[in-house]
């Protein structure tokens, strides 16, 4: 298995440690599977083989979140500007991601993290009025692609979003997992057009799917027996000291 990933046998331990630890957070609290990702294994594997393996995984995590929510079609028309823009805005992010240097991204990747999580702890209460949530999901659309495109973390820019405008849970369950769906799709297809894919890569995309799902199970387990909030609040802590770690590493 790990000579299908072109990988050794301790960067192939750590992909797989982090897609698993992303999915327990992702399990427990909702979210953060990519921004699990792209905070820690960057610091042992490359950072364009974490970016596909994101890219492939994300479509099929977030697949079951879509069904379970019962709301895909409502959330289509409701959202359809802020998917619109996602979708125009990705390859963007993408080709903009495939003419920064390594060193460089690795640099953005850790600032977006800790930018995510610093807005994830201090959960801003933007209260956005009924009359411009269309502008606000477009201007949100543009901005997830484009970052999306260039990091695969694009999550908490909609969270925001829906949060601001009050959503019920399971419409911003609906919003999101689309918006995930959409942003894995597009960055498989552009990275596969710059040549970024091929059998290997592709290949660790795959097998990095089974511990995301373990961790997913593990984390809608955990997420019963401990407080919520507490654990939210360590694992934010953990992730901007890893995205900390990144900005300021050696890719620097």
Request: charged fraction near 10%; include cysteine; hydrophobic fraction near 60%.
């Amino acid at each position: 298995m790990i000579e299908a990933t072109g990988l050794t046998g301790a960067e192939f331990a750590v992909l797989l440690a982090s897609f698993l630890a992303g999915g327990l957070v992702k399990g427990a609290l909702g979210f953060g599977l990519p921004l699990v990702v792209v905070s820690t294994a960057p610091i042992f594997v490359s950072v364009d083989i974490v970016l596909i393996a994101n890219a492939t995984v994300m479509p099929f995590s977030n697949t079951l979140q879509i069904v379970q929510s019962g709301r895909v079609a409502a959330s289509i028309s409701r959202f359809r500007l802020l998917y619109i823009a996602l979708i125009l805005t990705l390859p963007f992010g993408v080709a903009l991601g495939s003419v920064i240097s390594t060193g460089m991204l690795t640099v953005v990747l850790g600032v977006v993290v800790m930018a995510f999580t610093a807005l994830q702890a201090l959960s801003p209460r933007l209260q956005i009025r009924p009359d411009l949530e269309r502008p606000f999901g477009a201007a949100t659309g543009a901005l997830a692609g484009i970052i999306g495109g260039l990091t695969t973390v694009n999550g908490p820019i909609m969270t925001l979003f829906a949060v601001g405008l009050g959503v019920e849970r399971r419409m911003m369950v609906s919003m999101q997992g689309l918006a995930y769906l959409i942003t894995g799709l597009i960055l498989a297809v552009g990275y596969a057009g710059i040549g970024l894919i091929d059998g290997s890569r592709l290949a660790t995309g795959l097998i990095c799917i089974a511990p995301a799902f373990l961790g997913m199970w593990v984390g809608n387990r955990l997420a019963q027996r401990l407080p919520q909030a507490v654990f939210r609040q360590v694992v934010l802590a953990v992730l901007f000291v890893a995205g900390a770690n990144l900005a300021l590493g050696p890719g620097a």
